[in-house]
Structure formats: structure tokens, C-alpha cells
């Protein structure tokens, strides 16, 4: 038998693993690696973060990736070349990484890698029926098995698609797993470049747990920063805490259909970008001048308002839910205000379950490759509009 199956069934058998997440998500910030101990499989999982960091993209990186992602027309030849660099690239982060942190590659199990999201395609979005729905994620798992020798389970979006949803939001399943309570029901919210969120029921209602997009986190601000600023980012608000929030472009921003299409529902940088926002401030009146941080500050108070009217929405007739945040958005402190301000002694950091906040999603997908090795479908059987699947693909190193 091929030395790599025997290892795979072996660690599969193992009663702890030890396993690498990957994230990096629609912020192009960077790698998000976090290095995981899961126990068990489905609700008997038990996860624990052993270290976790980010690794910054490169300029020049991040300048390649801009080139295809959430694009319509590109150069091909640059996406099939970056398909194998981001691999390369992010291997070479995860060497670096253990190098860090003193640990062999020997040691670890399997990395579990999301790859860099390029385009997302839902037929929801394109409106195109003649496609089913789709999504890429890029940086191919036998790149980094070979690279780095470690067993690679990847692109674990194609099985969600194929078994009939739209390849995101996946957060449920490992959010469902690890942080259903007995004690309240829960919104576990992700305030990254798209913000989502999963709902968890208290455990003994008859109600389902779900996951789904609400629309823009950090991905207009970051792109408005980037081309009036030529920053990656508005730290800690800065710029929009300086500006005046337009309540006439503010209202057109939140005029999007997509707001108002119930929930579950994914979206991406392909609908939420600059050319949305241009298209809005072309219709704001004459007479109103804005200035950059002016639109800052409506940017920031879109992606707050888009957040709360959602959970309001999820939340309604229900009795004290708890909202717990994590993701970049989490250290915006002008955002953050307007959440705790709606919901009032309601939101925490994640950091309150015990899980760095900033590794979460990361650490999602170790859970979804715990499950790919040990567990079993109808572990995830109870979660609404998400197919019962284990999700991913196994890239082996020889
Ligand atoms: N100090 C800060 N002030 C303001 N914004 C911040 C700060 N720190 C992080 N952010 C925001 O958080 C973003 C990164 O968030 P995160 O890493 O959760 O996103 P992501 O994983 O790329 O997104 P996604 O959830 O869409 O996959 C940054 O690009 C920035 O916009
Ligand atoms: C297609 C894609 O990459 N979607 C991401 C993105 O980033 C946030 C939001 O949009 C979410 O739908 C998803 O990621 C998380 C990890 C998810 O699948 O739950």
C-alpha cells in the first residue's frame, strides 16, 4: 500500500491530531495559520489553539492576486500561475512559521487549507441559470503536500457546491460543532472582508442552526482606503471617525436587493466593491459635498448598520441571544460601537468562548479537516440549507 495511505488511516485513528488551519480571506491581508489539537469528531470534538499567526502578504503578492481577484475579465495565464504560487507561497509561510515556533514538519498531521478565494459565483449573484453555482479558491493542495511533506486536505468548498449549496458559508459546521450551548442561543458573528454569521440555537429547541453572509465587513473600506489613501486599511477608524456620516448616500448604499433577500445567502467582494459605491454616489444630490472621510465614515456606518438590521432580523421574537464577534472588524472600535450601542450588554469578543478571535475562521477549517479523517456526516446533519457532507480534498506528499 502507498506509505501515504497507510500514515492517512493511522492518523485518522489517532485519538488527538495535530492540524494546521489556513485562512486567508477576501482582506488579502494575509495568512491566517493556526496550529490545532481536535480531539474526537462531531460534537464530541474538542479543539484546542496552540499558537497562531498572521503572516502579511507581500506588496508585490497581494498586487498579483488584485490582478483576478473578484474579476470578471483577467488574464488567464496568471490565474493558472498563481494557482500553483499561492500554493508555493503559503507553504513557504507555514516552514517559516514552525521554524518560529521550534516545531519539525514531521510533527504535524495534515494541514487543512482554504486557499485564496478568486471569484464566487453563486447563481444568486450572477443571476445566470446556464452555470451552476460556483466559487474558486486557489493555491492547489499537491503543491503544498510536496512542498512541505505534510498530508493536505483542501478546496473544501466544491463538495458543498456539488452536494447542492452555494460553497459558503461554511463557518456552521465547525461553529455548530464546537460552540452550540445549553444555555442560550447564539449568533457567532465574522466581521471579516464580508461579514457573516452562523445562528446556534440553545441545544433542546426545535430551532436550526444556520449560517449565512450579511453583506460588506471590511472589504469597501479597505478599498476606498487603499485607492484615496493608498492604505490597506482605516486603522482604528481613524479616517472615518474624522468624517460625517451622508445619510443620503448612506440610504442608497443600503438600498441593495441583496439586503433584503432572506437568510441563508452568501455574497462577495463581486457584488460589494468601489464600482457599487460609485454607482450610489453618483446619485447623491449635487448640493451635498462630501469629502473622502465623509465617505469613510457612511462606509463604516453601511457595513455597522448592514450587520445590526441583519441580526435584528435573525434574532426577532427570540429571547436573549448572545452575539459573539470575531475577524478583523473586531478591532475597528467606530463599528464596533454601533454594535454594542444596538444590542446593549449583548455582544463580547470571542475571546469569551475561549478561541482567539482573530483565529477562528482559521481554526474552522482544521475542524472540517478533522471531520474529512474521522468523522461522519450525520454529525452536521441538523444545520438548515447546508448539505451533510465532509468537505475537502487529500493532496498526499509521495
Ligand atoms: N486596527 C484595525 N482597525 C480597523 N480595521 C482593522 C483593524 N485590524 C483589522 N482590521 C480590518 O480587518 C481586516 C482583516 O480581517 P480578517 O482577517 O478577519 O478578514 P479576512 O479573513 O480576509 O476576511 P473574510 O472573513 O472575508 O474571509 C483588515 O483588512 C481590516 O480591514
Ligand atoms: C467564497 C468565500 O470565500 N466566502 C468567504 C468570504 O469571507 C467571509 C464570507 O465571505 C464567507 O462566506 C466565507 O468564508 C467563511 C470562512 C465561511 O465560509 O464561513
Redo the contacts with the bound molecule.
Sequence with gaps: MNKSIVKLAKIAEKRDRLIIGL?S??SLDGLDIALCRISGSGTESTLSLIHFTTMPYEDLFRQQIRKIFAKRQIDHQILCGLNAYVAEVHSQLILETLKDWNIDPTQIDVIAS?GQ?VF?APQSLTGDVSLPNS?L?IGDGDHFAVRTGIITISDF?QKHLAAGGE??????YGDYLLFSSEEEHRILL?I?????F?FLPRVGTNLKAY?T?LGP?NTMMNQYMFAHYGEEMDKDAAVAASGRVSSELLSRLKSHPFLKIDFPK???PELFNLDYLNACLESVSITEQLYEADVMATLNSFSAQTIVEGIKRAIAGLEKTKIYVS?GGLHNPMLMEQLVAAFPGAVASFQELGLDPDAK?AC??AVLANETLCGDPKNVINIKDSPAVCMGKISLPY
Design positions: 485562512m480571506g477576501t482554504h478565494t464566487h466559487t479558491q468548498r460553497g459558503a458559508p461554511l463557518a456552521a465574522n471579516g472582508g464580508i461579514s457573516n452562523t449560517a453572509d465587513g452568501t455574497t462577495g475577524g475562521e474552522l477549517f
